[in-house]
């Protein structure tokens, strides 16, 4: 069942989105080669605390830390880990947080230091695909319109693997609402998007084949091929003309710019 949302509750979901932007800022601002993601857990998870809301992918199914932390070829879900980070990682942050009641969810992902063309390429190309996508996000569009601009940047344009195993989803009250947002489809198909509808849109984009594994873990999805993967993520809300976004990359990017330990040289 989809639940779309009033004026009033998009306000309150703007708030828990954007906790979110400021927790994984916080993150951009230190982070470094060297520093593990076992810290980045703690550090977000007390932030997230220190604001009054809760860490929402604890215990999540019996997912065991605040966020998720997939470095290089880890797609998504990956452990925080004791693991130092190091030159060239591919690091994705991606947390969600309750506050009011209501259900922030979002990624971002950062490259630290020189790290390969491609790699730089990739995470480039996934960020501006998740934009292609937000672009489509408009009422009477249908969510087969989100996931073919997803696709066509990314797979048809620049040959990467879209991961077909985990897709978007609604978000409100719950973590994971109706419908399910794929990053592969086609236009015109699919669920018809309603005013006020929120949305995570989360392209999870290969370097190489789209195949994917999950860890002995239970969680941890990683490329079969070992290339790197990439994971952006944007909580939206559908509108007549236009998406409103409601987590901020600006703060992130602001940050990401001015920790010299993370390269940005794609923008
Ligand atoms: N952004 C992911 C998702 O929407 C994060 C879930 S991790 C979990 O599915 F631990 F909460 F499962
Ligand atoms: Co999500």
């Known amino acids: 069942m989809m639940i779309c949302k009033t004026e009033a509750e998009v306000a309150l979901m703007k ?11 916080e993150v951009a601002k230190v982070l470094k080669s060297g520093m593990t993601t076992l ?12 604001h009054g809301a809760i860490p929402s992918f604890l215990n999540y199914r019996g997912y065991p830390h605040n966020i998720c932390a997939s470095v290089n070829d880890v797609v998504v879900h990956g452990f925080p880990d004791n693991e130092p980070l190091k030159e060239g990682d ?9 506050l009011n009641g209501w ?6 992902t950062f490259i630290i230091g020189d790290a390969a ?46 991961v ?7 978000l409100g009250k719950s973590l994971h609402e109706d419908p399910q947002v794929p990053n592969y489809g086609k236009r015109g198909t699919g669920t018809k998007l309603k005013e006020n509808l929120v949305l995570a849109i989360e392209p999870m984009i290969n370097l190489g084949s789209r195949d ?21 993520e944007h909580d ?9 976004i409601l987590s901020d990359y600006s703060i992130i990017e602001a940050a990401e710019k001015a920790n010299s330990n993370l390269n940005t040289s794609y923008y």
């Open 212 to 232: 994917v594994y999950t860890d002995t873990d239970g969680w941890t999805v990683r490329t079969r091929d070992g290339k790197p993967s990439v994971h952006f």
């Open 103 to 108: 259900h922030g969810d979002h990624a971002y």
């Open 90 to 98: 591919i690091v994705s942050i991606d947390m969600g947080v309750i």
């Open 39 to 50: 810290e980045l857990d703690k550090l977000c998870a007390e932030f997230v605390k220190d």
């Open 164 to 170: 077909r195993e985990l897709v978007g989803h609604g």
């Open 117 to 162: 063309d491609e790699a730089i390429k990739l995470v480039r190309v996934t960020k501006e695909s998740l934009y292609k996508g937000v672009e489509k996000a408009i009422v009477n569009n249908r969510v087969g319109d989100i996931a073919y601009a997803i696709q066509e940047h990314t797979e048809i344009k620049n040959g990467y693997g879209v």
């Open 15 to 25: 708030e828990s989105a954007t906790l979110v932007s400021k927790t994984i800022t």
């Open 236 to 244: 939206i809300c559908v509108k007549k003309s236009q998406a409103l």
